[in-house]
């Protein structure tokens, strides 16, 4: 079974500033998705960024960025230019593919409470 | 488009009881997946369902079950509640990888339902 490991449960970043969260997870295939998921106070989850494993490059969306690392299972969030609207909780998520039983089953790590301070 | 809609929001029951929880898809979407979220276990897979048929199940007793209906609306069940199962359940809807050829799905969560146990 994949497993999904956020070893910092809070960070604190101040507005305009870049602050990396940390996620590293544990799988036996080669192929399957990542995503970070961005959790605000109303509780929805809303997708931030999706990585696919075989792609080398790393995925950018806006100030969003990650820098994903296949070798050591690492896949960090990068949030640039830190905005007040950024402060939620942020998941990062596995998920296998269709083919290998995936659907679209996610596992999610504990989760990284982000505060974003004037 | 409307977004994933649950339904109620808010729900108090008693031990002993049995509730259903509704989720309807984003239009088009035929796959639902069922999360439980608690501030001590986390994001935890329930079930998903696409086409009418369980597809995929996660670690939890029979007490909680779910279907989906021919329009992709799905509800899930726990019966003879327990404290417990006080938790955020969360829906998330998506097209199913390879139904539509596309490799890397979105899940697009609801609000949640929050449920209280007394």
């Known amino acids: 079974a994949q497993t999904v490991t956020q070893s910092q449960p809070e960070m604190s970043v101040q507005e305009a500033e870049t602050v990396t969260l940390s996620c590293t997870y544990d799988?036996?295939?080669?192929?399957?998705?990542l995503f970070w998921y961005k959790q605000p106070p109303s509780r929805q989850m809303i997708l931030v960024i999706r990585?696919?494993?075989?792609?080398?490059q790393n995925a950018t969306e806006n100030r969003f960025s990650v820098n994903f690392q296949k070798a050591a299972k690492s896949f960090s969030l990068k949030i640039s230019d830190s905005q007040l609207g950024d402060a939620a909780m942020y998941f990062c998520?596995?998920?296998?593919?269709?083919?290998?039983?995936?659907?679209?089953?996610?596992?999610f790590g504990t989760g990284t409470q982000l505060k974003v301070e004037l | 488009k409307a977004g994933v809609t649950q339904t109620p929001r808010y729900l108090i029951k008693t031990r002993g009881q049995q509730v259903t929880l509704s989720c309807s898809p984003i239009s088009g979407h035929r796959s639902v997946s069922w999360y439980q979220q608690t501030p001590g276990q986390g994001l935890q897979f329930l079930f998903e369902y696409f086409s009418e048929t369980q597809r995929n199940k996660g670690n939890f007793p029979g007490r909680f079950s779910g279907r989906q209906f021919s329009n992709s609306r799905s509800e899930m069940n726990v019966s003879t509640l327990e404290l417990g199962d006080s938790a955020l359940y969360l829906c998330a809807s998506s097209l199913r990888e390879g139904y539509t050829g596309q490799r890397n799905t979105e899940a697009f969560f609801g609000q949640g339902t929050r449920l209280t146990v007394v």
């Open positions: 998520a596995y998920r296998s593919p269709l083919l290998t039983g995936g659907g679209n089953k996610l596992t």
């Open positions: 990585q696919e494993a075989y792609k080398q």
């Open positions: 799988t036996s295939e080669s192929d399957y998705y």
